[in-house]
């Protein structure tokens, strides 16, 4: 599996910004696709998931400013970021996961900067 993010940047506090996730197997091979991100010094935090039967949400942080979409067609997931905050800046990273009779497998990109300055 392979997850190709993109659209990073660097942005002026309140602009906005949209991420891509484009996968490599039809996003219907997986549980749900979503995104993380990482600010420096700190963990990495769920930001938004997009379920395979279409139920989505996003974390309490961005609520109002960041949303979720897919394009089936396209394997790909996008994170729509709008009035962006200083505080939003991270490394923002791409996720797929599906269970197994193992567990949960996880698979994530490469990762995107987004910088905001205030």
């Known amino acids: 599996v392979q997850l190709q993010a993109s659209g990073g940047g660097l942005v002026q506090a309140g602009g906005s910004l949209r991420l891509s996730c484009e996968a490599s197997e039809s996003i219907f091979d997986f549980s749900s696709m979503g995104w993380y991100r990482q600010a420096p010094g700190k963990q990495r935090e769920w930001v938004a998931t997009f379920m395979r039967a279409g139920a989505h949400n996003v974390a309490d942080s961005v609520g109002g400013r960041f949303s979720i979409s897919r394009d089936n067609a396209k394997n790909t997931v996008y994170l729509i970021m709008d009035s962006l905050k200083f505080e939003d800046t991270a490394v923002y990273y791409c996720?797929?996961?599906?269970?197994?009779?193992?567990?949960?497998?996880?698979?994530w990109g490469q990762g995107t900067q987004v910088t905001v300055s205030s």
């Open positions: 996720n797929a996961n599906r269970m197994t009779a193992r567990g949960r497998n996880d698979y």
